[in-house]
């Protein structure tokens, strides 16, 4: 809320369904008996999956309602299972399966041949973070009996990821990365979130 309002937006309404939320339908239909179009939301899992397929039940495409959201929303393990009910939804994160690169383009690859089905964020998650704890492991010869070093050999960790370039803010640990802005189409038989824009090198502001 604080971007929004920061760049001139306004909110007109929120509404909270809970955690674990086996029905939708009440809270999508707040949101459709309000005048405002464009929505943002953060799911995950099965409650996107919910969400996104009551969404679509209710008629909020067809009344020209737009979904946004965080990127967890709509991604692969999300979108195996809505398919194009998605289409058209605009989210924000820091990787796409779509993403042109050369790391990425290895990595889904070696993915598909794995366990036949296109890899999600969280799978690159685990990738990156067992690559930066090797490349951490290297720089201190595996000796991890002193935590402190450890965590400074992390801390100068870089290396190009399947999300691009991957590093940590030496102030949070967490890592600086390029956000992409991205838009759910299917294509090719394959429901996949495209790249449509990208905020370059953000450091995430949580302390």
Do not use: C
């Not at 296109?118 to 090797?134: E, K, N």
């Not at 402190?148 to 190009?160: I, N, P, R, Y």
């Amino acid at each position: 809320m604080t971007g929004l309002k920061k760049n001139g937006g306004t909110t007109t309404g929120n509404v909270a369904p809970p955690l674990g939320n086996a029905d939708f339908a009440p809270f999508v239909t707040q949101i459709k008996n309000q005048p405002t179009k464009n929505v943002y939301s953060f799911f995950s899992g099965a409650d996107a999956i919910g969400f996104i397929k009551t969404w679509n039940s209710l008629g909020l495409p067809a009344a020209g309602y737009k979904m946004y959201g965080a990127g967890f929303l709509t991604e692969q393990d999300v979108l195996k299972e809505v398919k194009d009910l998605a289409n058209g939804a605009i989210t924000s994160l820091f990787w796409a399966v779509e993403l042109d690169n050369a790391e990425n383009k290895s990595f889904v690859s070696a993915y598909q041949r794995q366990y036949t089905l296109l890899p999600d964020v969280f799978a690159v998650q685990a990738y990156d973070g067992m690559h930066a704890l090797d490349e951490a492991l290297k720089k201190i010869g595996a000796d991890t009996s002193d935590p402190d070093k450890v965590s400074k050999a992390l801390e100068d960790v870089s290396f190009k990821s399947p999300r691009g370039d991957f590093m940590f803010d030496k102030n949070t640990h967490n890592p600086v990365q390029d956000i992409y802005i991205r838009e759910v189409k299917t294509q090719n038989g394959q429901t996949v979130n495209t790249i449509s824009d990208k905020v370059a090198k953000v450091t995430d502001p949580g302390k």
